[in-house]
């Protein structure tokens, strides 16, 4: 069976249920274009160091194309006898181009600095995808933050009304963790970009005198790995890329677990645009989130596949072992989870309606102010102490009458504390207050145009 990379030494082929077990063709065979490129610039390596002659070379790169073409025209299939894709894209290139010329390309590499090579060009790949996906949901939050400037909401805190604040604040809270992710891809791509498996061999480097340097920067790497072993035994990258997809996934459950609350009735905050949301087989009347609720399901999902991996890494001793060969299929769920998600996500988000009247008429309410009344104090020179003290004093007598803050008289203030002068009304109204809270990072509309400028252009930069 030419689709076996080994054998020589074996009397026997393999069991079947061993190859069913060893099989992972079913999964890596979307690694086919980037295990062809590694090929070619492998093939140029060898070429470059004397191994293969100009025809031999043309040869291999011409039947490298034709099944690159073949793939990418849906013709390619890897075979059951197939082990994984490496083996496959031998055997088919040794049909291609006949054993002589085929079999001279696998000299000097080994399918673990294979692997671990053209499993960071696909992520690299996939983190670009990711992070563009990322960048259109926070550029949907700015169009939110931009169209609703100037509307109030009520702030929580335990879920329970704390001080009012802009909505578009609100919003840009979700935007910047989101672009944060994007950065952390960026991070991630600088560190995996800096050094290509490629010549660490099987695990102790090759001996053909190939040039790692050339393959990497056809590769799209800054540089080659330092130690060999490190290089086929790493995994940290695989790692490190399901944490940031986890992250995104918990950050973008956060904005769905709101939108779910912001749209049932007691809140009343948001519609949901019927394209982007679902009916019910029996109640007629429903008009449910499935959007949001699959957006904190899958974070779910997210953290599994990274907990999974680290499960598989932890321990294993070097350098490659077959274990490793469980990296793939949670990460490619990461990536595929992402990839549906977001566009979605983005979409439901695009198309939410606010009720910045109902929002506006819940601001207040809560005793949201009662910080305000104990900032104005302190302006007035009172102790933060007395002022906190004076202003719980002024929500006690508010719930004992159940009335807001703004309802109590100028009598009723000064009975409390003569430091409260009717001047304390300036802040007892949502304008005021969010008006009030104008240092950097804070809710005041000035800040809040301010800091969406300052969005747009870590966007703009990302
Ligand atoms: N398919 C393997 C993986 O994904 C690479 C092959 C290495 N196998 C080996 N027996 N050295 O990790």
Same mark, same amino acid.
């Given at each position: 069976?030419?689709?076996?990379?080994?054998?020589?030494?074996?009397?026997?082929?393999?069991? #079947?249920?061993?190859?069913?077990?060893?099989?992972?063709?079913?999964?890596?065979? !979307?690694?086919?274009?980037?295990?062809?490129?590694?090929?070619?610039?492998?093939?140029?390596?060898?070429?470059?160091?004397? +191994?293969?002659?100009?025809?031999?070379?043309?040869?291999?790169?011409?039947?490298?194309?034709?099944?690159?073409?073949?793939?990418?025209?849906?013709?390619?299939?890897?075979?059951?006898?197939?082990?994984?894709?490496?083996?496959?894209?031998?055997?088919?290139?040794?049909?291609?181009?006949?054993?002589?010329?085929?079999?001279?390309?696998?000299?000097?590499?080994?399918?673990?600095?294979?692997?671990?090579?053209?499993?960071?060009?696909?992520?690299?790949?996939?983190?670009?995808t990711v992070?563009a996906l990322l960048l259109d949901l926070?550029?949907? +939050?700015?169009?939110?933050? !931009?169209?609703?400037?100037?509307?109030?909401?009520?702030?929580?805190?335990?879920? @329970?009304?704390? $001080? #009012?604040?802009?909505?578009?604040?609100?919003?840009?809270?979700?935007?910047?963790?989101?672009?944060?992710?994007?950065?952390?891809?960026?991070?991630?791509?600088?560190?995996?970009?800096?050094?290509?498996?490629?010549?660490?061999?099987?695990?102790?480097? @090759?001996?053909?005198?190939?040039?790692?340097?050339?393959?990497?920067?056809?590769?799209?790497?800054?540089?080659?790995?330092?130690?060999?072993?490190?290089?086929?035994? &790493?995994?940290?990258?695989?790692?490190?890329?399901?944490?940031?997809?986890?992250?995104?996934?918990?950050?973008?459950?956060?904005?769905?677990?709101?939108?779910?609350?912001?749209?049932?009735?007691?809140?009343?905050?948001?519609?949901?645009?019927?394209?982007?949301?679902?009916?019910?087989?029996?109640?007629?009347?429903?008009?449910?989130?499935?959007?949001?609720?699959?957006?904190?399901?899958?974070?779910?999902?997210? /953290?599994?596949?990274?907990?999974?991996?680290?499960?598989?890494?932890?321990?294993?001793?070097?350098?490659?072992?077959?274990?490793? $060969?469980?990296?793939?299929?949670?990460?490619?769920?990461?990536?595929?989870?992402l990839e549906?998600?977001l566009p979605?996500?983005t979409?439901?988000?695009?198309?939410?309606?606010? %009720?910045?009247?109902?929002?506006?008429?819940?601001? #207040? @309410?809560?005793?949201?102010?009662?910080?305000? /009344?104990?900032?104005?104090?302190?302006?007035?020179?009172?102790?933060?102490?007395?002022?906190?003290?004076?202003?719980? &004093?002024?929500?006690?007598?508010?719930?004992?009458?159940? /009335?807001?803050?703004?309802?109590?008289?100028?009598?009723?203030?000064? %009975?409390?504390?003569?430091?409260?002068?009717?001047?304390?009304?300036?802040?007892?109204?949502?304008?005021?207050?969010?008006?009030?809270?104008?240092?950097?990072?804070?809710?005041?509309? !000035?800040?809040?145009?301010? $800091?969406?400028?300052?969005?747009? &252009?870590?966007? &703009?930069?990302?």
């Amino acid at each position: 069976n030419t689709g076996k990379l080994w054998g020589g030494r074996f009397a026997g082929g393999p069991s #079947p249920e061993l190859e069913a077990l060893s099989r992972s063709t079913h999964f890596d065979w !979307r690694l086919t274009p980037y295990d062809l490129a590694g090929s070619r610039a492998h093939a140029n390596a060898l070429h470059r160091a004397g +191994l293969l002659t100009d025809a031999d070379h043309a040869e291999l790169l011409r039947g490298l194309a034709s099944l690159d073409e073949r793939f990418a025209s849906g013709e390619l299939h890897p075979d059951p006898s197939d082990e994984d894709v490496h083996g496959a894209l031998e055997r088919l290139l040794l049909e291609e181009v006949g054993p002589d010329v085929g079999g001279r390309l696998r000299a000097g590499r080994s399918r673990n600095d294979q692997i671990a090579t053209l499993f960071k060009v696909f992520l690299r790949d996939h983190a670009a995808t990711v992070a563009a996906l990322l960048l259109d949901l926070v550029d949907v +939050l700015a169009q939110h933050a !931009r169209t609703h400037l100037g509307a109030v909401m009520p702030g929580r805190t335990h879920l @329970q009304h704390a $001080q #009012p604040v802009l909505l578009s604040h609100h919003l840009m809270a979700h935007a910047w963790p989101l672009l944060r992710d994007v950065g952390r891809l960026a991070d991630w791509d600088a560190r995996v970009a800096s050094d290509s498996p490629y010549g660490s061999g099987a695990l102790a480097g @090759q001996s053909l005198g190939l040039d790692p340097t050339g393959v990497a920067a056809e590769l799209g790497f800054a540089g080659s790995t330092a130690n060999s072993i490190d290089g086929t035994a &790493a995994r940290d990258f695989v790692a490190e890329f399901a944490f940031v997809c986890a992250q995104v996934g918990v950050d973008v459950s956060r904005l769905a677990e709101e939108v779910i609350f912001w749209s049932t009735r007691e809140v009343g905050f948001v519609e949901l645009h019927d394209s982007w949301s679902t009916g019910s087989s029996i109640m007629p009347q429903k008009k449910n989130p499935d959007v949001a609720e699959l957006a904190r399901g899958k974070a779910g999902r997210l /953290i599994g596949n990274l907990t999974g991996l680290l499960g598989t890494l932890k321990a294993l001793p070097l350098a490659y072992n077959r274990d490793l $060969q469980e990296d793939k299929e949670p990460v490619f769920d990461s990536v595929d989870t992402l990839e549906v998600l977001l566009p979605a996500f983005t979409g439901m988000v695009e198309t939410l309606r606010f %009720d910045t009247d109902r929002m506006a008429a819940l601001a #207040p @309410q809560g005793f949201s102010l009662a910080t305000d /009344i104990a900032e104005w104090l302190v302006r007035e020179g009172v102790p933060f102490r007395v002022a906190h003290e004076t202003a719980g &004093a002024c929500v006690r007598a508010c719930e004992a009458r159940g /009335i807001e803050l703004a309802d109590l008289s100028d009598t009723e203030l000064s %009975d409390i504390s003569p430091a409260l002068t009717p001047e304390v009304r300036e802040v007892l109204t949502v304008e005021g207050s969010v008006a009030s809270r104008d240092g950097r990072g804070g809710t005041a509309p !000035r800040r809040v145009e301010e $800091q969406l400028e300052e969005l747009n &252009a870590t966007a &703009a930069a990302a």
